[in-house]
C-alpha cells in the first residue's frame, strides 16, 4: 500500500526499447514524490525521462514494474489516473489560430465542462496566469513565455492535483524561463504536486524541492539540491588569476591549503580549492596570494553548483557535459551513469513488488 504522503510512485519500472542500443529506456526506475511538491527528474539526453513521464501519465505501458499516480494504479487504473493529472509537453500545445480565451474554453470543452463553467474557468485560469490582458489576441502573436503559461493554464483546466510537465523552458530566452518558473512556484504553493523533467540544472536548482538523477534508466543519486551538493564534498574558493605564470605561482598555494585535489584549468586562469573551513579558508588563502605577490582578478567563496554534482556522477569532462545556455543554466548532454545510486536524506523508494500485467 503506497503512504498517504505520496502522490507518485514508481518501483522497479523497466521499458525497453528493441531498436536502440542497449535496449533500455528505463532499467529499474524508482521514484516517490510526496503531494504538493517539485520532483525534479534531471539527467543527460536518453536517460529515461521523457519515458518516465509518458509511462507515468498513462501515454506509455511498462514493460515491468508498478507505478501509482494520485493513490491510482497506472496499468490498471488508467482512468482514473488520468482523471486526476495534467501534462505539459516539451513544446506548446495550444492553436496558434484561436485567442487565448478561445484556447482555454476549447479545452474546457474536450474536458466535458459545459459552455458556461468552460468560459468561467478560462477567464479564472487567464487571470491566474497574468494574461488577461492578452486574452483577446490569437495565440500566434505571445511570447514563448506567454504560449508557455497558456499552456500550463491548459492542463490545469480541471485542477488536477498532479502535473507532469516535461522540459518545460527549452529554447525560451531567460526572461520567458523566470515566468514560466514564477507559475510553476505558485501552482504548488496552491497544493499542487508537479513532476518537472528538465536538463537546464539551474531550472532544477531554483524549482525542486527533491531530485532525482538518472542515468542508464535508473535514478543514481537523489536528495534536496543542498543534499546533492553536499555530497560531492564541503565549499570551494575560486580563484581567477591575472595570467599563466600566476597560475602557476599559485599551484603551490592552493595544494598546501587545498581540504581535497585542487582543481586548475590552465586556459581559463582558475583554480578551484575545496576547503574545509568557510572563512578561515577564505581568509588564509587570500593571506597566502597576498604574501606571495600575487593578486587575483577574482576570489570567491561558494558551495558545489549541481552542475558539478552532474559532472561527479556522469563522469564526463566539463566541456562534454554541458552547454551554457541563456541565464546561466547548464545543459545536460549525453552521459553514462554509474551503475551505483547514492542516496542523500531520508531515503524516499518503495520496494518492488510485481504489478499485474493488465494494460491500460
Known amino acids: ?30 521514484l516517490r514524490v510526496p503531494a504538493g511538491s517539485v520532483c525534479g527528474l534531471l539527467g543527460p539526453n536518453g536517460a529515461g525521462k521523457t519515458t518516465a513521464v509518458r509511462i507515468l501519465s498513462t501515454l506509455l505501458d511498462m514493460d515491468a514494474g508498478r507505478a501509482s499516480v494520485a493513490g491510482f494504479d ?153 543534499e546533492l551538493k553536499s555530497a560531492i564534498g564541503g565549499d570551494r574558493v575560486d580563484l581567477v588569476l591575472s595570467g599563466p605564470a600566476d597560475v602557476e605561482a599559485a599551484r603551490p598555494i592552493a595544494a598546501r591549503l587545498a581540504a581535497g585535489e585542487p582543481l586548475v584549468e590552465a586556459p581559463a586562469r582558475r583554480i578551484g580549492i575545496p576547503v574545509a573551513e568557510r572563512t578561515r579558508a577564505l581568509i588564509q588563502v587570500a593571506t597566502a596570494l597576498n604574501e606571495a605577490g600575487i593578486e587575483p582578478e577574482d576570489i570567491v567563496l561558494r558551495r558545489p553548483t549541481l552542475d558539478e554534482v552532474f559532472l561527479h556522477l556522469t563522469g564526463e569532462g566539463a566541456g562534454e557535459a554541458h552547454g551554457r545556455e541563456p541565464g546561466g543554466g547548464a545543459r545536460a548532454s549525453t552521459a553514462t551513469a554509474p551503475a551505483g545510486r547514492v542516496k542523500t536524506g531520508a531515503s524516499a523508494t518503495a520496494g518492488s513488488d510485481n504489478a499485474t500485467e493488465e494494460s491500460v
Request: charged share 25%; with cysteine; net charge neutral.
Open 74 to 226: 497506472v496499468r490498471t487504473q488508467g482512468r482514473r489516473v488520468r482523471e486526476r493529472i495534467g501534462l505539459v509537453g516539451q513544446y506548446a500545445a495550444v492553436d496558434e489560430i484561436l485567442t487565448g480565451r478561445q484556447n482555454l474554453v476549447m479545452f474546457g470543452r474536450l474536458n466535458h465542462l459545459p459552455v458556461a463553467a468552460a468560459r468561467r474557468r478560462a477567464d479564472e485560469l487567464l487571470e491566474r496566469f497574468s494574461l488577461t490582458e492578452a486574452a483577446g489576441r490569437p495565440a500566434g502573436g505571445y511570447s514563448g513565455g506567454m504560449r508557455r503559461r497558456l499552456d500550463l493554464a491548459a492542463s490545469l483546466i480541471v485542477s488536477p492535483p498532479v502535473l507532469f510537465v516535461d522540459e518545460p523552458t527549452t529554447g525560451l530566452d531567460p526572461a520567458a524561463r523566470q515566468e514560466v518558473w514564477t507559475a510553476v512556484r505558485e501552482l504548488v504553493d496552491a497544493g499542487t504536486t508537479v513532476l518537472l523533467t528538465t536538463q537546464y540544472l539551474e531550472e532544477a536548482d531554483r524549482l525542486a524541492d527533491r531530485i532525482c538523477m538518472l542515468g542508464a534508466g535508473r535514478v543514481v543519486a537523489e536528495g534536496s539540491p543542498d
Open 1 to 30: 500500500m503506497n503512504e498517504p504522503e505520496s502522490a507518485i510512485t514508481a518501483q522497479g519500472v523497466r521499458k525497453n526499447y528493441g531498436g536502440q542500443a542497449g535496449g533500455a529506456g528505463l532499467n529499474g526506475f524508482d
